[in-house]
Nanobody
Framework: QVHLVESGGGLVQAGGSLRLSCIASGRTFSNYAMGWFRQAPGKERERVAAINWNGRSTDYADSVKARFTISRDNAKNTVYLQMDNLKPDDTAVYYC??????????????WGQGIQVTVST
C-alpha cells in the first residue's frame, strides 16, 4: 500500500518561503513520477509541479513558474517543493501525489492527506 506523508506547511508572510517535503513508502519510489497539487477553497484541485522518475524533467503551472522548484531524492524516498516569493493566492491545501508510471504524462494514482499553506498579506 502506497503511503505519502507531507510536511513543512504553515503560515508565512507574502514574499516569504516554505519547503514542503513528502516521504513515500509502499513501493519503489524511484520507479514513479511525483507531483504536487493544491486546492484552494471553492476552487478545483490543480497540479502545481511534477517531476519524472529520475528528476531530469520537471513541469510547472504557469502561476508558479520561476517561484517554485520541485526536486526529489530517490535515496530518501522524498520529493520536495521549494516555494519562494509566496503570494496570498498560493494559499491552499497542498497534496503530494505519486504517478502511475515514470512520467507525469501517465497521471497520478496515490495521494497524501494534504497540508495547509497560508500566505498572509
Amino acid at each position: 500500500q502506497v503511503h505519502l506523508v507531507e510536511s513543512g506547511g504553515g503560515l508565512v508572510q507574502a514574499g516569504g518561503s516554505l519547503r514542503l517535503s513528502c516521504i513515500a513508502s509502499g513501493r519503489t519510489f524511484s520507479n514513479y513520477a511525483m507531483g504536487w497539487f493544491r486546492q484552494a477553497p471553492g476552487k478545483e484541485r490543480e497540479r502545481v509541479a511534477a517531476i519524472n522518475w529520475n528528476g531530469r524533467s520537471t513541469d510547472y503551472a504557469d502561476s508558479v513558474k520561476a517561484r517554485f522548484t520541485i526536486s526529489r531524492d530517490n535515496a530518501k524516498n522524498t520529493v520536495y517543493l521549494q516555494m519562494d516569493n509566496l503570494k496570498p493566492d498560493d494559499t491552499a491545501v497542498y497534496y503530494c501525489a505519486s504517478g502511475y508510471g515514470t512520467s507525469w504524462y501517465d497521471g497520478f494514482d496515490h495521494w497524501g492527506q494534504g497540508i495547509q499553506v497560508t500566505v498572509s498579506t
